[in-house]
Nanobody
Framework: QVRLVESGGGLVQSVGLLRPSCAAS????????MGWFRQAPGKELAFVAA????????DSADTVKGRFTISRHNPKNTVYLQMNSLKPEETAVYYC???????????????????WGQGTQVTVSS
């Protein structure tokens, strides 16, 4: 059974930082694209960042460029999201996602991913 388990969310003050991680089990995703999305209260799920199998072509939403960095450690089957200078409006549940297709490229669409984690809450206080 494939599982994606996020951890590392929490409560942080404005302009603080967090580094949630997503550990996959049940199969290896070392050759698959992985991504992070978030859903704020009352809003739709939104793309945050994605990384392809090589880790050399990360993509991120314009709203987080320069502050958030996605990375991966394939031996651990884990992807990370370094979040700096967090803003209160970025309070949301952050979800990890993985594509099932080998050598998949990054996607900003939820349809580009086949597996999803349960999410980790990130709360940024003002």
């Amino acid at each position: 059974q494939v599982r994606l388990v996020e951890s590392g969310g929490g409560l942080v003050q404005s302009v603080g930082l967090l580094r949630p991680s997503c550990a996959a089990s049940g199969r290896t995703f070392s050759m698959n694209a992985m991504g992070w999305f978030r859903q704020a209260p009352g809003k739709e799920l939104a793309f945050v960042a994605a990384i392809d199998y090589s880790g050399g072509n990360p993509d991120s939403a314009d709203t987080v460029k320069g502050r958030f960095t996605i990375s991966r450690h394939n031996p651990k089957n884990t992807v990370y999201l370094q979040m700096n200078s967090l803003k209160p409006e970025e309070t949301a549940v952050y979800y990890c996602a993985a594509a099932s297709t080998v050598l998949s490229t990054t996607s900003r669409l939820t349809l580009g991913y086949d597996y999803w984690g349960q999410g980790t809450q990130v709360t940024v206080s003002s």
